[in-house]
């Protein structure tokens, strides 16, 4: 049914009425699936959350039960029935006003560059100076191999979508196939030397280790719905996207649950670091290659930063759409950044601005002092915190959508009544709560119910650093996005004549 969104002071402006005629279809439903599996399994975490030992897979199974379901069902309803380019800022715009949507949607873009900036760029440099060619941290070398991890990112999000979907697209092919790989490799190395001694008792659950990972979890199964961001440049987003939500979720589960269990058979928990943990496991079960096992080492090695590269591209070209269209409708400053490129059909100003984001961050986190292991935790936690955030209002965006446009069409619905809707969407918003206070103060639930907890022997760095960055990051980002809004003024006035069509399948 249509339903003008002007009706509920939702209008579309003038200038994102003109940007959408510059998007090109070029997704598919294979392509779509690609996109997200590249951009959400995030293979260089393994390590970090493999270092709580074996409760990790145990607290992995239990959120992929308790979180990723309902997450999953939430959003595959949410993504089938709302198909406007710009995904979760116009879903949160649509349920709670311009406002929140802009700081939801500025959270959830800023996380790309912080990330691919200021964590994944120091795996990809570390990996490959380990097994491929040193690289000597600090060194001019270090600072162009970053600069070089962040700029190929962006070049691929600024190129057409027709043509970039394919450094995402063989990303995520490799991705499965690296990690399939290893899980193989490893099943080999065990029947020839043995798994490490676990018992049931390895794998029991611990009030510790849930505070530990569950923000770490939380972060690797979210964004199943962000390739919505790009629905405009879906051939059919209605029916690809429950999709695509439904199998990119299973290929995840599958894809952190084994090699965690890979990575605790075989390496020693006291030798599992979060930038090294998953290539000590490789570098491990890789003996069973004999004389080859050094080569084999440098391909995988080769072959892990492609994938981190095809990972930051994903995210940015998903993420910086979602922006583009969040200016575009006047809630990130006067329009500058709301435009997409008329031939190539891409957001080229937020593509430069989300590059030199990530510069910034990468330059920041090698002034922190400490090593490489406890800069790479400590980004990824602020990271983390950025990121659920932003679906501390994504979540009960969607939840009302399903009472606040009930006429619109749903090619998928979850088959529960609006209460039943709500009381999932209360379950993943609950998880979101625990994982972004833990990840934003860790170590206060810990000290509230009696859990010793050293600070820097866990981060490697004090804990005023780690605050004083953290809050810093996070403040910087709230006055963006209230400065962003305010500057917007002029282009939210400028309102489309045309109203805008609500669950309309393309």
């Known amino acids: 049914m249509d339903q003008p969104s002007a009706a509920t002071g939702q209008a579309q402006t003038q200038l994102a009425q003109e940007q959408s005629k510059h998007l090109q279809k070029s997704l598919g439903r294979f392509d779509i699936l690609l996109l997200v599996v590249a951009a959400v399994i995030s ?35 949410t993504g089938g029935a709302f198909t406007e380019e710009g995904g979760v800022y116009v879903w949160t715009k649509m349920a709670f006003g311009r406002m929140v949507a802009a700081i939801t949607s500025l959270f959830t873009w800023v996380t790309q560059p912080v990330w691919v900036g200021g964590a994944m760029a120091f795996v990809a440099v570390e990996t490959w100076s380990e097994y491929v060619g040193h690289v000597e941290a600090g060194s001019v070398g270090d600072y162009v191999f970053k600069l070089l991890f962040i700029w190929i990112t962006v070049t691929s999000a600024i190129i057409s979508l027709k043509h970039g979907k394919w450094l995402p697209s063989l990303g995520a092919i490799l991705k499965v196939v690296f990690l399939t790989f290893f899980i193989i490799v490893t099943l080999v190395y065990g029947l020839q030397h043995g798994f490490n001694g676990l018992d049931l008792g390895f794998f029991s659950p611990t009030l510790a280790g849930f505070l530990g990972v569950t923000p770490l979890l939380l972060f690797s199964f979210l964004g199943f719905e962000s390739g919505n961001s790009a629905a405009g440049e879906m051939k059919n987003p209605a029916k690809d996207v429950p999709i695509s939500v439904a199998r990119s979720s299973m290929i995840a589960a599958a894809s952190y649950l084994l090699p965690v269990l890979a990575i605790l058979l075989v390496v020693p928990l006291d030798q599992i670091t979060g930038i090294g943990g998953l290539f000590g496991a490789v570098a491990t079960v890789y003996t069973v290659f004999g004389p080859a096992a050094e080569a084999m080492l440098a391909i995988s090695a080769i072959v892990f930063c492609f994938v981190l590269v095809s990972q930051g591209a994903a995210w940015m070209i998903i993420s910086d759409r979602m922006q583009a269209m969040a200016a575009a409708d006047g809630s990130f400053f006067g329009g500058f950044f709301g435009r997409f490129h008329p031939k190539l059909g891409t957001p080229i100003r937020v593509n430069t601005l989300s590059g030199v984001v990530a510069t910034l961050f990468m330059l920041a986190a090698m002034q922190l002092s400490g090593t490489s292991s406890a800069l790479f935790g400590v980004v990824l936690s602020i990271a983390i915190s950025t990121f659920l955030l932003s679906y501390l209002f994504a979540i009960p965006a969607a939840v009302k959508l399903r009472s606040k446009y009930p006429s619109a069409d749903r090619p998928f619905k979850v088959p529960v009544s609006d209460a039943g809707f709500r009381v999932l969407g209360a379950v993943c918003f609950a998880w979101i709560l625990i994982g972004s206070w833990v990840a934003i103060f860790p170590g206060t639930l810990d000290m509230v119910f009696g859990l010793p907890y050293d600070f820097e022997a866990t981060w490697g760095v004090s804990q005023f650093t780690f605050e004083a960055f953290a809050l810093g990051t996070l403040g910087c980002i709230l006055a963006l996005g209230v400065a962003g809004y305010v500057r917007g003024r002029k282009v939210r006035e400028a309102v489309s004549p045309e109203p805008v069509r609500v669950g309309i399948p393309e």
Do not use: C, D, R
Not at 48 to 67: D, H, M, P, R, Y
């Open 43 to 77: 293979v260089e975490v393994l390590g970090q959350v493999s270092g709580f030992g074996g409760e990790t897979f145990t607290w992995t199974l239990i959120l992929a039960v308790t979180f990723m379901v309902p997450y999953g069902l939430i959003f595959a309803e």
